[in-house]
């Protein structure tokens, strides 16, 4: 039970990670993208290939996975400088279709789909963790770092202007904010984050293939800062503990047919939202 609940823990602080990089862009500079999945998934190959290939130190994987997934993200950040709303998720929903297509397809690199096989433990020092409870520590200190640093550029310039944008991105422009950069700068600061949570899940895991990182991951991240709540520091965490504890609760249920558990989460995952929207729109922790 002990080696569960550890386990349990691990995904939940990888998800975290996730939900509050997305939560940068989505809640601080009103940038909804479906396609954060494709940034965690280049932190997980880039991660796990430098780990099974050149090292496993966690300063050598975490800063090449970063800057990766920050150059792809310039990608995401050329139609977000033209485009808004529901046309942006268009064009990130077609960046996420294309990731996965590469993800597939570049077999000398990923391992195509059958992925990489036997990612070794990262390593600080020279020191493997490899168990449960030592992940965790890890995974929990990388959550640490990403909060503190998404929770200093919120309250820093570089915040109010996100936020200024995301409230009127033409009253932003009048006020002499540079809209193009700034906004360029959020995704791949999103993005480089997000490959922290790839690193720390290829390596968990030991296996990557491109079956994590498909547009229902890209949902589901975006369903925990919704249901957790937009521009907060704690929303994502919120959601994402919710979101990964409800499916292994359920699972214990035993009057539900363990073949329609699948089906029964995404109808409660569906319901939470329309409720959320209607009852608190805010998500679960309201902006402070």
């Known amino acids: 039970m002990e080696a569960y609940l550890l386990n349990i823990g691990v995904l939940i602080t990888i998800y975290a990670i996730l939900a509050t990089t997305l939560n940068f862009i989505m809640g601080y500079a009103g ?3 479906l396609a954060h999945a494709v940034f965690f998934g280049i932190g997980a190959y880039v991660g796990s290939w430098l780990a099974m290939n050149v090292s496993t130190s966690l300063f050598v994987t975490l ?7 920050a150059l792809v993200s310039i990608a ?7 485009v808004r709303g529901e046309y942006f998720v268009a064009a990130s929903l077609g ?6 297509t590469i993800f597939s397809e570049w077999k000398s690199f990923t391992g195509g789909v059958g992925g990489l096989v036997g990612v070794p433990p990262v390593s600080l020092f020279g020191v493997e963790f490899y168990q449960p409870g030592q992940f965790l520590l890890v995974s929990l200190a990388c959550l640490a770092a990403v909060v503190l640093i998404v929770r200093a550029l919120a309250h820093s310039s570089f915040g109010r202007s996100l936020m200024a944008i995301r409230d009127s991105e033409s009253a932003a422009l009048a006020f002499g904010k540079n809209v193009a950069l700034i906004k360029t700068y959020s995704v791949m600061i999103s993005a480089a984050m997000t490959a ?3 690193v720390l899940y290829g390596s968990y895991m030991s296996f990557v293939n491109v079956e994590s ?10 369903a925990m800062v919704i249901i957790g709540g937009t521009g907060t520091i704690a929303g994502p965490i919120v959601g994402a503990a919710l979101l990964l504890i409800l499916p292994n609760a359920l699972s214990y249920l035993s009057f539900l047919p363990q073949t329609e558990i699948g089906s029964i989460q995404q109808i409660i995952y569906g319901l939470g939202m329309a409720l959320l929207m209607i009852f608190r729109p805010g998500g679960l922790v309201n902006r402070g």
Request: proline letters at 6%; glycine letters at 6%; zero cysteines.
């Open 31 to 33: 940038i909804f993208s």
């Open 63 to 69: 800063p090449a996975a970063a800057v990766a997934s």
């Open 76 to 82: 995401l950040a050329l139609p977000a400088l033209r």
């Open 95 to 100: 960046l996420q279709v294309i990731g996965v």
């Open 196 to 198: 922290i949570a790839g």
């Open 213 to 222: 990182f498909m547009l229902d991951t890209s949902v589901l991240i975006m």
